[in-house]
């Protein structure tokens, strides 16, 4: 067959394209040369880190006469501690109409790791037309059983000539190798997908180049308790808080260089972080007293199996099947066995009925200022029989399986609908969910300047929750409170003493001890000019996950600031 030189152009064109794309941390997938099919996948930051979601890039050259469907199973294995593991799979489909191209954006949810990687964390499976083999690992992260001081991820222009230089200082002082290295400029316009970071380093003059995309993607990270450190040779800019994160500066040398030894200082600098917050959910969380942990009846399940082997056993063999009637005996064995089965199933489900039950706490930090909120929702369960355990998860929210099962969990997503795991039948199971969504709540204080005069403040709330207590420290060291405050009505607060509020939100709310005590901003002691309001009864604010749940105990603590109300 006559070949066109145009198409061996565009052969030599796709063949360098696909070669820069697989050196910058990315692979080929193995497809048959005489399909003219080039499948190209890359992840945004290389190594792929667990606790969140990973950005992979994945492009597809059809070269092929006909339309394809590809399907691209990735799977995110790994363990909490021996004799316990987590598997999350994940499923996307790629279509591509005959000679065209294109590239595909893949959100991967990564398994929840908090005692470091086991083995590969994120592997491809990628099946459909031209595919010999479609199997291919990710790089995984080095773990090398050193301190772990929280994960990073690094921008290519800044680390690339001294990655191997800031590998070698991390081993020398023993400390985990716990970062990444990518393009954020290239990271689609999602939070998720730096969520398994607790930084994000970048060079000077990257973030007014990133996309408007990107740049609010990076915000809303910051929001749910990252840190952006902007790094330049210029004069240092002021720390900046935003939600639960905040964004600051680093200096560089005239080149551009880093001087690793201060920045490792300030990787390992004292903050609250999630990677070292989830930590929290191995030490006996949730509380025995908060979730009782299951326990099976022993005596009525020893007392059915003891009838049941006596009226299989003896009494089918001397009663219902005598010498006289012995060939009943190929009979009656079934069917004394499937009664059996019916009475030991009806006895499990008595004892433990279906569904389950179990509560949630949500921290909910209000963002006047960008019309938004950030919500930490950590959730515990025990459950029953479970006749299903898939459920619809709201697109703007991320959700980790936490380590408190003792047993084996595969997980699966597609798109928002989650299904295997996530939820097990008889069993304690506690997950931790995140979001950023759009909200006109706040609080408004109605009377700064006399609050700063000493007067008691005035609030507003348009919160849609009934809140049984809100908190205010104002600048003059004085704490003042309001009780049922409801959505739309004018408030105004009396004094409290510092002691007996900080009293009231351990008892009610932080006493599960799981880790929003440790990411609460200000909290203790009461940070000044923030509203710290608590609703025992926030069942409208949760994320909802699976319907089967009855949830007997929602409540939030929401905190607003005073000073930047629009």
Not at 37 to 45: G, L, P
Not at 332 to 345: E, F
Request: glycine share 10%; charged share 20%.
């Amino acid at each position: 067959m006559k070949k066109h030189p145009g198409h061996a152009l565009l052969l030599v064109a796709l063949l360098v394209s696909a070669s820069v794309f697989a050196t910058a941390g990315g692979f080929q997938i193995d497809t048959d040369p005489q399909s003219g099919i080039t499948i190209v996948v890359q992840a945004v930051f290389n190594p792929p880190e667990p606790n969140g979601s990973a950005a992979v890039r994945v492009r597809i050259n059809n070269g092929s006469r006909a339309d394809g469907q590809w399907i691209l199973n990735f799977q995110s294995p790994g363990g909490y501690r021996p004799g316990r593991s987590q598997n999350v799979n994940s499923k996307f489909s790629a279509r591509v109409a005959a000679g065209s191209e294109r590239e595909f954006e893949c959100l991967v949810p990564m398994q929840t790791s908090v005692d470091g990687g086991y083995g590969s964390l994120l592997s491809l499976n990628c099946s459909g037309p031209g595919v010999r083999n479609g199997e291919h690992p990710f790089p995984s992260p080095s773990r090398s059983g050193g301190r772990n001081i929280g994960t990073a991820g690094f921008s290519e222009k800044l680390i690339a000539r001294q990655q191997e230089d800031l590998k070698a200082a991390l081993k020398a002082k023993g400390i985990e190798e716990n970062f990444s290295v990518g393009d954020p400029a290239r990271i689609p316009a999602d939070w998720r997908v730096l969520s398994a970071f607790d930084q994000l380093w970048i060079a000077d003059g990257e973030w007014d180049a990133f996309p408007a995309g990107v740049r609010l993607a990076i915000g809303q990270w910051v929001a749910t308790g990252g840190e952006l450190i902007k790094c330049s040779s210029g004069a240092a800019g002021a720390d900046e808080k935003s939600g639960l994160g905040e964004v600051s500066s680093f200096p560089t040398a005239a080149d551009g260089s880093l001087d690793l030894e201060q920045l490792i200082k300030r990787m390992e600098r004292p903050g609250s972080t999630f990677r070292k917050s989830l930590g929290s959910y191995t030490k006996g969380w949730p509380d025995k007293a908060w979730i009782p942990p299951y326990s099976a009846n022993a005596p009525l399940l020893i007392l059915v199996i003891i009838l049941f082997g006596a009226v299989v056993g003896p009494i089918n063999f001397f009663m219902f099947a005598g010498k006289e009637k012995r060939a009943r005996i190929f009979w009656t064995t079934p069917l004394i066995s499937i009664v059996g089965t019916l009475v030991i199933g009806i006895t499990i489900f008595a004892q433990d009925g279906f569904g389950g039950w179990g509560k949630r706490l949500a921290l909910i930090v209000i963002q006047p200022e960008h019309h938004s909120e950030v919500v930490v929702q950590e959730q515990a369960s025990k459950t029953g029989v479970l006749l299903a355990s898939g459920f619809v998860l709201d697109p703007a929210a991320m959700i980790r399986q936490l380590p408190t099962t003792q047993r084996t969990v595969n997980c699966s997503v597609a798109g928002n609908e989650y299904a295997g795991d996530w939820f097990q039948s008889r069993s304690v199971q506690g997950q931790l969910i995140t979001a950023v969504r759009p909200s006109r709540a706040k609080i408004q204080l109605l009377n700064a300047e006399e609050v700063a005069a000493g007067k008691p403040p005035r609030i507003l709330s348009q919160i849609d929750a009934q809140l049984d207590r809100v908190y205010l420290r104002t600048v003059g060291e004085k704490v003042f409170r309001a009780d049922d405050v409801g959505p739309g009505h004018e408030v105004t607060m009396r004094p409290e003493a510092l002691k007996d509020a900080k009293s009231t939100l351990d008892k009610e709310f932080f006493q599960a001890d799981g880790p929003l005590s440790q990411v609460a901003p200000g909290y203790p002691p009461l940070e000044k000019e923030i509203f710290y309001a608590l609703s025992k009864s926030a069942g409208g604010a949760m994320i909802p996950t699976l319907e089967a749940i009855r949830w007997t105990d929602d409540r939030a603590v929401y905190i607003c600031p005073t000073n930047r109300n629009p």
